[in-house]
DNA sequence: CTCTCTTTTGCTCAAACTGAGTATATCAGC
DNA sequence: GCTGATATACTCAGTTTGAGCAAAAGAGAG
């Protein structure tokens, strides 16, 4: 056939949030790596049950929620020489943040990759500091004619001059930013990471994008925040988790409006009075909506033109 | 390593809408296959770009929106024994029914593999004469404490005694008719295609519904209906569109004021007198709204307890 | 030429949903 | 019993959605 060998490899996006930071596992390195296994074709039924496998023999983590996101296969994303690697990404939900064991494997700040991610304060200041000067930069060099469509693709983008920002473009402002050389990975030399982003191996960090986009969409209509969140919980710990995916605040009254008259949640009975102020009720998710409703999801109010 | 060697494959949902029905190319065989091709690692420098290669190879169309789908890589998919096959199934939409030329490609009725999945004329037969017999039978053979749970989740999925029937479940519904024997490549002798689906070679089908679902909820929020029509269009023939692929009829005006009020198409000048009433506009697709709006589709009015 | 049938297109209206604000409840600590 | 904090309840205007009525504009029948 061909003297480049194929090889199936698979990644995994592991995901939980606390202390209201979303966090993922990487392994250590340098740069840092997603955690990276291989198909074994005697042991492993499906490739989701070898993402299991090896996960929990590589950092004793047991999966719960996991969902495939995407399959790569460009050339060049091999480190070994005659490889050609393709890889199935997955993205999974961890409910605590379980301590690794002495495997390289660590919690990372999801929005140490893309700090442009993070709206809950406002628009981030990296995206006026280095951001908005890198993109001018790019435009300008361009040929005349398309200044003006370069310019607006990006404002669109980054919700910039009256657009909004949108949450779920977590791939394609990925993707602006490697073509205009604002990621490390694209070449340049290793830069501040508070402004750049932490970068990973390969594309790794472009998966870890994907992933949080295609979580943020995920929120809208199912009931995912759930698998993040312990047995119990107030609302408006769950707002936090939420918040804490999408990158914007949610105004508390309406999204407890939209949480429990889409009857996702039912009183556990008992009390968390360790807020700071008015104790807070403890909820459970009702699983039974799943059964229920069509697409019971947490609807993502109050994010329109956030910032 | 192991025994089992491990191969690379991709697969091909192609899809266009002809005469108010959506149709996939299939390849002739008993039973019938979707387009199969490789990587060739060599040639192709992303998946995409060897899946783009293979089928204007062997089929001669040129392929337009692409879409990856899903990757599968269950044990005893491959026809070879010894063999691991990994398939990357993507969705392609292309604008005319492009005839095949005689590479066995044929155009086939989505519609023909999947019976029940067509709500435009209100339930379909099928599904009452032989579906909810089928499910009765199931859910009687369980345990007692198990038979409400089976009937609930048969009645969800198929929009029976009061339920919405929800048009992205596609996926979830083949799962269910193949757990409880219903379609064919469930082990059964082949059976009558009219009622049971036109069964195709391994997991094809349900890669057909995955694709069908995904298409379906990828209408909601992206213009990609667009990708399916000509250039020129009336808005009722975008609306027929719309409708074959989604399984349910549309109310007429509100489309039409959703189109249009989301900026999504112009008035192209000219005029359909064809139609057997009042002439229609032609309308053209507004690329522009792809900078301009962050989501726009169709948004699919209507359609909660379609049926 | 007029009447009828058909499809296209414009308009209306109530119900549901959203975004955003005001007000009240209930705790901890002083 | 204040003060400060968060939790929770209600309100209200603006928008979107589902659904129907009606006029416009052609083809074809009589």
Known sequence: ???????????????????????????????????????????????????????????????????????????????????????????????????????????????????????????????????????????????????????????ILFGLGGSAWDIERVLERYELLWEIGFVPEAGAARSDDAVHGEPLVLDHRRIAAQALGRLRGKLRYRPVVFELVPATFTLTGLQRVVEALSGVRIHAQNFRRLIDRGGLVEKAGGIDASTGGRPAALYRFRRDVLRERPAPGVGLPGLRTAG
Chains 1, 2 share one sequence.
Request: proline share 6%.
């Open 1 to 155: 056939m061909s003297s480049e060998r194929i090889q199936v490899g698979l990644n995994a996006v592991i995901v939980a949030v606390t202390d209201e930071a979303p966090r993922l596992i990487t392994l250590a390195g340098d740069p840092a790596a997603l955690p990276t296994g291989t198909l074994d074709p005697e042991e492993d039924r499906t490739l989701e049950r070898a993402l299991r496998r090896w996960v929990s023999e590589g950092t004793g983590i047991d999966l719960g929620y996991v969902e495939q996101l995407y399959t790569l296969g460009d050339r060049g994303r091999s480190s070994e020489p005659g490889v050609r690697l393709v890889s199935v990404a997955y993205v999974a939900l961890v409910r605590e943040r379980a301590p690794s064991p002495d495997s390289g494997a660590a919690w990372s700040d999801w929005y140490g990759l893309l700090p442009w991610e993070d709206w809950r304060e406002g628009r981030p200041a990296v995206v006026d500091e280095a951001i908005v000067p890198a993109i001018d930069a790019w435009a300008a060099e361009a040929a005349a004619g398309d200044r003006a469509a370069r310019r607006e693709r990006s404002a």
